[in-house]
């Protein structure tokens, strides 16, 4: 009796497409983290060469999920209007940036990582729309736990989610440079990033949010998705791309962020 109930349970298992069990953003999701955790395997078996191929495919694959996380609350036309936005400024940015040092310092892209736009490679704003979005999830999550006013404040939730942003890059741009798919003139400050670079980033960040002013965010699956940034780069920078400094530093910078915005979702419960 008990294999003939269980039989037609498997036998629709056995049918179901892998689809059923996983969304198309979670799939995504898997094959991005899938994509980084082979990226220092990959350079291992083919050598350096496949860095820009690597870091190609698991940029598109986060970009991917978020912005289908996006879709799902916000719709097509909103999520496709603010990742028209955020490339269309952060190609500039980047454009200005790298010809004229403002705001970030000087510094210029290598013609590792193709195709590029006036010296800037495509891929650079995919980036941007990669972790923005989780960014502001992370600092609507903090700000939601903070008392009377400092909840609701505007200037606030900019700063912040500013700076959740920024933390990123004190993993991102040591390890970039290592890899040299960009070069600073001057390297100093921060393991040969100039602390003007961070200050250009935050402004950036702040502007592209004051400017997009998101709302209705799906905070939970993009605090998941800047959990395992989070996660990856300090373990993969840490353990196999021998950036020991940035690792720790860039660990607890956005350990914090990721800290305080899980004490938020997890207090809903």
Known sequence: MESERVRPFLNTVYRLPVTDYLSLTTTLILLWILAMISLPIMKWIWGPGMIPLGLTLG??????????????SWG?????????LIAVLTLFVEWLGSTTGFPFGSYSYTDLMQPQIAHVPVLIPFAWFMMLPAAWAVACL?????????AHNRWLYL???GLAFTAWDLFLDPQMVSWGL???????????????????????AVLLTAL???KNLPAKPLLIIYTIT???ETFGLLFFWGL?????????????FVWLGWRTELSRK
């Not at 598109?60 to 289908?68: E, G, I, K, N, S």
């Not at 020991?244 to 914090?256: E, K, Q, S």
Request: aromatic share 16%; charged share 10%; no cysteine.
């Open 59 to 72: 940029v598109l694959l986060q970009a991917t999920a978020v912005f289908l996380t996006l879709r799902d």
């Open 76 to 84: 097509w036309q909103k999520t496709m209007r603010t990742a028209v």
């Open 142 to 150: 903090i700000q939601a736990q903070l008392p009377g006013k400092w």
């Open 159 to 161: 700063l912040l989610a």
């Open 182 to 204: 960009w070069v600073w003139d001057n390297p100093s400050g921060y393991f040969g990033i100039p602390w003007v670079n961070y200050v250009g980033w935050l402004e950036t």
């Open 212 to 214: 997009i002013q998101p």
């Open 230 to 232: 989070w996660f990856l």
């Open 244 to 256: 020991v400094g940035p690792a720790i530093v860039g660990g607890m910078a956005m350990g914090v």
